[in-house]
T-cell receptor, first 117, second 116 residues
Framework: DAGVIQSPRHEVTEMGQEVTLRCKPI?????LFWYRQTMMRGLELLIY????????DSGMPEDRFSAKMPNASFSTLKIQPSEPRDSAVYFC???????????????FGPGTRLTVL | GENVEQHPSTLSVQEGDSAVIKCTYS??????FPWYKQELGKRPQLIID?????GEKKDQRIAVTLNKTAKHFSLHITETQPEDSAVYFC???????????????FGKGTKLSVKP
């Protein structure tokens, strides 16, 4: 398996523009997580899905952020409109629910480095 | 909810020395404690984890200990090498409810520098 795939790897945009980040989880994984990483705030969980259903979106910073998972192999994180403070590395991760759901390794994608000018 | 504190934020050691990173957690229901290593410009990757039914786990030069009573766990790296230089994150997981998986709560990270 190619692992978790994210695109684009780098995105530079201007304030006010819409940004869409994409993620393809590992085939067969039923959990998908979106994280944001900055120097100041570290690694923050934004939202996660189980079987394509959003379970917890309490980490989404504001209404400008939205995430969807239309099927088991694809998810998007959208920022509209984007602001300079959204500049960060955004990671997608996926995991498989085992018989004992307590123990699951999360596999991270390579990340998308977003710069909002 | 769960809160994970990690110390120190930066750690510098000489090659060959040992390094210890400590984390505390607040939710006594947490029962899974992974450690992730993130090299510069790369993604976080799991290096070792420990479950609440054991007190210590070792894998070559790295080991993790867990004290459930005190709610703290630590990462130990012996005979450090320059390639151990990275940011290390601890995390804790709450027991899921309704059959769903609880999310990992990460510490802020420790930047480890190993000087040759």
């Amino acid at each position: 398996d190619a692992g978790v795939i994210q695109s684009p790897r780098h995105e530079v945009t201007e304030m006010g523009q819409e940004v869409t980040l994409r993620c393809k989880p590992i085939s067969g994984h039923d959990y998908l997580f979106w994280y944001r990483q900055t120097m100041m705030r570290g690694l923050e969980l934004l939202i996660y899905f189980n079987n394509n259903v959003p379970i917890d979106d309490s980490g989404m910073p504001e209404d400008r952020f939205s995430a969807k998972m239309p099927n088991a192999s694809f998810s998007t994180l959208k920022i509209q409109p984007s602001e300079p403070r959204d500049s960060a590395v955004y990671f997608c991760a996926s995991s498989l629910e085992l018989a004992d759901p307590t123990y699951n390794e999360q596999f991270f994608g390579p990340g998308t480095r977003l710069t909002v000018l | 909810g769960e809160n994970v504190e990690q110390h120190p934020s930066t750690l510098s050691v000489q090659e060959g020395d040992s390094a210890v990173i400590k984390c505390t957690y607040s939710d006594s229901a947490s029962n899974y404690f992974p450690w992730y290593k993130q090299e510069l410009g790369k993604r976080p990757q799991l290096i070792i984890d420990i479950r609440s039914n054991v007190g210590e786990k070792k894998d070559q030069r790295i080991a993790v200990t867990l004290n459930k009573t005190a709610k703290h766990f630590s990462l130990h790296i012996t005979e450090t090498q320059p390639e151990d230089s990275a940011v290390y994150f601890c995390a804790a997981k709450r027991v899921g409810y309704g059959g769903s998986q609880g999310n990992l709560i990460f510490g802020k990270g420790t930047k480890l520098s190993v000087k040759p």
